[in-house]
């Protein structure tokens, strides 16, 4: 009951029965009473001793008037107990019964002069309509059900489309695009959003242009100023050089996160140990302390781009060994899906922080992670795009990477990728 289209269809299919119900009611009291709103019983007993007194219990006057004058009731016709029928036939008379003659009417017979008898028609309550009202009322709530079912679909189907795109969200922040059909309202909810995503496409792109853009553009003055700084003292000339190595990872890093956004690669079948044996032992060769611990899970194969998938996971492996002192890949198989955890043993992220590191070109610790000399794997490791390119990466190829507090101290990254 706590969505809005459940809510909305008990309360028209209880509208609707309600309403229902009331006139069933009222009909029903109306059908049991006579004009002057007296019960029929009590009508049909005065209407019957007005014709008592006016024929004075002559038979021959009942006769002429057309009424049904016959001898006595034969035990062959069932007597009624006019208690039952009725309380208001008692004043008739103690030779008053009602009785049910051989084709099933009921009659009231009352005892004239003599030995004849009348037989007046009985018009006393009509029979019980509970079994059709309540077959009625079948009809009605299925009825009511189907009715009010549909008009809440289409009442809330603008929130449910709206719900619909909201999990449709691409990893760059754009729609899916949808289908514009439907009433009115769904077709300009749908065209909205349709027009929201490429608006958020335009100016995702146009971001991305930027970056690429600025990081082209800053290689020329950096060359020249790197030219420059050769003629420097040999106490300057390192500081310079040092900062112009920075200033160039950072632009390779945002011109490889433009590529990784608007250039993917062709995708292919990924097997994830080979690939993360291979990225230990690189990282081991240039110094950085990184082990795969492979497990007995066997083979586990994703559909990916390798290339964008190694940078992904070499970011996360290079960030443990850098800033914890170490990194362990292990890798693991959990409902369906390859589990890769790189953990470390190092000062970890400050909680307040903790929601901040995804975004471009922030690091925890400006002073830290001073990247590598030009050409050294994953030059850009201290610009700050490290955990945006991966995530960006590992999203795009349908994962999830959540970072925690490794217990006992460190940091614990947990990516997850469906399997092939």
């Known amino acids: 009951m706590r969505s809005l289209r459940t809510r909305l269809a008990a309360l028209l299919v209880a509208a609707i029965v309600g309403v229902v119900l009331i006139a069933a009611a009222v009909t029903i009291h109306i059908l049991a009473r006579d004009p002057g709103g007296r019960p029929v019983t009590a009508s049909f007993s005065l209407q019957a001793a007005s014709i008592l007194r006016l024929l004075a219990g002559s038979a021959e006057t009942a006769r002429s008037v057309g009424l049904d004058v016959g001898p006595p009731p034969t035990p062959a016709m069932e007597a009624l107990d006019e208690m039952e029928q009725g309380s208001e036939l008692v004043h008739l008379g103690s030779d008053v019964r009602l009785v049910r003659m051989a084709g099933g009417e009921v009659r009231l017979a009352v005892l004239l002069a003599g030995e004849d008898w009348l037989y007046l028609p009985y018009f006393g309550q009509p029979p019980s309509p509970i079994r059709l009202l309540t077959a009625y009322l079948g009809l009605v ?4 059900v189907a009715v009010s079912l549909y008009a809440a679909s289409r009442i809330v189907g603008p929130m449910q489309l709206l719900q619909t795109a909201l999990e449709r ?4 922040g754009t729609l899916a695009p949808i ?3 439907g009433p009115a309202e769904v077709k300009a909810t749908a065209r909205a959003l349709n027009v929201l995503s490429q608006r958020l496409g335009h100016a995702v792109e146009s971001r991305m242009r930027l970056i690429a853009a600025a990081g082209h553009d800053l290689r020329t003055p950096m060359t020249r100023m790197r030219l420059r700084a050769e003629f420097l003292p040999e106490g300057e000339r390192g500081t310079w050089l040092r900062d112009l190595a920075e200033l160039d990872a950072i632009a390779d ?3 490889r996160l433009v590529r990784e956004e608007v250039a993917p690669g062709a995708r292919e079948v990924v097997a994830l140990p080979d690939l993360l044996a291979h990225l230990a ?3 081991s060769e240039i110094g950085l ?12 194969d994703v559909t990916g781009e390798p290339n964008a998938l190694r940078r992904a ?3 996360l492996a290079e960030n443990a060994a850098r800033h914890g002192g170490g990194g362990e890949i292990s890798l693991d198989r959990d409902a369906g899906e390859a589990l890769v955890l790189i953990e470390d043993r190092g000062p970890g992220i400050p909680p307040a922080l903790m929601d901040r590191v995804f975004e471009p070109f922030f690091r925890v610790d400006p002073a830290r992670g001073k990247p590598e000399p030009a050409g050294g794997p994953q030059a850009g490791g201290g610009a700050g795009l490290g955990l945006a390119i991966a995530r960006e990466i590992i999203e795009r190829h349908g994962g999830t990477i959540v970072l925690s507090h490794r217990e006992g101290g460190g940091l614990r990254q947990e990516v997850r990728f469906p399997l092939a």
């Open 141 to 144: 709530v299925a009825g009511a």
């Open 169 to 172: 969200v691409r990893p760059d």
């Open 179 to 181: 289908p514009e059909r």
């Open 253 to 255: 890093s945002a011109i």
């Open 281 to 283: 032992a690189d990282l």
């Open 289 to 300: 302390p990184v082990r795969f611990e492979p497990g007995g899970v066997g083979p586990l």
């Open 313 to 315: 996971l070499g970011n």
